[in-house]
């Protein structure tokens, strides 16, 4: 399953517009903590971050470098939305659980906001410019308005409102769209420069936070636990699992790897705008998303656009899907023919069986916080101040991430096969309509 040898950086547009990578420390020997993290992205940063603040030792211990995973590759959109809306998770399990879970979603954004402040972590270029979600057809502008309702009249939400399709295409320069619902709430990142600030941050704070250092395993050992890895044995009293979709790299992690289905999100960016035909696009620096249920979505970084959207089946890229998402791009902004595509990559997010993170404990000694369903940036940056006092033997309330727990993908030696069929229902779906 595992590769020894750590994996290449991925030819982002993150990584060329990078500030220098922190350090490469890795683990050389043995060493004891309190708490050992299995996962250098947003969410064992995030993690080590507030056990230090609780006065617990924690290590980090990367694979690969720090922030390879998604963090480092993310589209950089900075949300306080779970993949299920707040509307229905009121109809499904209470107001007050939905509202308890808005409330995660908001502290989640302001918290990214300061730990830029708090780091000086002015390369991560962050911007709090809200979001812009486009109806691609009057079924789902309906539903964008009777949420926007919903959400100013139970939640007292008052940062969404709706906007014309004139308004969308005077913003977007996008012409397909029947209307939208504009979110003031959160914003854009640049997020390899954010985790590389976030690592510097909490080594600068005396955590140590090792990369090209896979955990191989871990067991029971006396009253704690030891973790192995190629470099050295670490002593500890718990560890915590922050890998995410990334959970194959290992066996270490299987105890999660069977409740993910890994699916790959693919992005696409093009060359600098100026001086063509479509310089003027998206000039709001906001984040777009559409309504179709196999989403598009695009913003703007410095003077490129980005596209993202769904990337190819199985275990690696493919020209047909990045091939895909350029052709939709163009047809989405006609303005966009011969610019040129300079970066292609795309990285896996972590769908859970009903669509929500999870966070909690396995047993006495592992604890976990996984399954972001690929709206993790703010969450997983923020989420570690729960997950220490879990580790601290707390019950914090976070709504439905802690009332539920990871459940196992049933047949989870099928899961690829199932994604494929998933899709395709949705492109189905997306196709009449509905
Ligand atoms: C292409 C893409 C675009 C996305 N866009 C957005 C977006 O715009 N907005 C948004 O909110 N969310 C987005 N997401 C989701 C978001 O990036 C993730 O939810 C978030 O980064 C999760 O962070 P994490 O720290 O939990 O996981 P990761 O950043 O994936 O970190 C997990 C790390 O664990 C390491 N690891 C695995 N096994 C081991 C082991 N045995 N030992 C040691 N280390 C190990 C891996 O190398 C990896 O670096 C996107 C995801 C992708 C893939």
Redesign the pocket.
Known sequence: M?SADP?PDVASLWQATAVPRPPVIRLAGDATCDVVV?????????TAKYLAERGLAPIV???????????????????GKFRVGFRDIAARHGLETARRMHDLGIEAIEHVGRLVEDYGIDAADHRATGSLRCAYNAFTFEALKEEAAWLREALGDDAVSILSAEAVAGETGARDFVGGMLNRHGG?IH?LNF?FGFANGIRAAGIPVYDE????RFRREGDGVLVE?PHGVITARQVVI?????????A??APVRSSIIPF????IATAPLAGTAAAGLLSTGR?YTETRRMMR?F?KSGDRLLY?GR?AFGKDDSAAAFWALETAMVRQFPELEGVAVTHR??????MTLDSL?HVGRLDDRVVY??G??????????G?GRHVAAIVAGESPDLGLLTATSLQRIPFYGLREPAVRLVAGWYQFLDAIGR
């Open positions: 595992a994996r299995i996962g250098g992205g947003y969410t064992g940063l995030s211990v990367e694979a690969n470098r720090i922030g390879w995973g998604a963090s480092g590759r993310t589209g950089g959109v900075v949300s854009v997020p985790v250092t896979p955990v191989t890895t922050a890998t995410n979709s990334y959970s194959e790299i290992t270490a992690t790959r999100s693919a992005m984040s979505w913003r993202g990337g990559w795309s990285g896996l997010v972590a993170p916080s996984v972001y369903n690929g709206t993790g940036v703010a969450l997983s940056s989420i």
